[in-house]
């Protein structure tokens, strides 16, 4: 079974960077698709971005395509998200998750594995 702890996260001013990793117990690390959601508050969760097995495909949400980038280090179990160019609305609690299949992982499917989120706050 693999577990997922998340860091990484901070406050930034708008217009800055911050980096997110998602480090992951277990094995079978490359046996996962991985990806990034987030929550704002008083919002549902959204998706953010995921990533396939090998890090061959990756796909992004509207909100956060050409400023952030999604990577993983198979070797070192952990998954990124690259966040710059940060706007006050990208300030939420971002989760790592993890499935089997990259498949539609913006459709509101049920993903197999949850971190426990990190905060992320963009000042203005």
């Known amino acids: 079974q693999v577990q997922l702890v998340e860091s990484g996260g901070g406050l930034v001013q708008a217009g800055g960077s911050l980096r997110l990793s998602c480090a992951a117990s277990g094995r079978t690390f490359s046996s996962y698709a991985m990806g990034w959601f987030r929550q704002a508050p008083g919002k549902e969760r959204e998706f953010v971005a995921a990533i396939s097995r090998n890090g061959g495909r990756t796909y992004f949400a509207d909100s956060v395509k050409g400023r952030f980038t999604i990577s993983r280090d198979n070797a070192k179990n952990t998954v990124y998200l690259q966040m710059n160019s940060l706007k006050p609305e990208d300030t939420a609690v971002y989760f790592c998750?993890?499935?089997?299949?990259?498949?539609?992982?913006?459709?509101?499917?049920?993903?197999?594995?949850w971190g426990q989120g990190t905060l992320v706050t963009v000042s203005s």
């Open positions: 998750a993890a499935d089997p299949s990259y498949v539609s992982w913006s459709g509101g499917r049920h993903l197999e594995l």
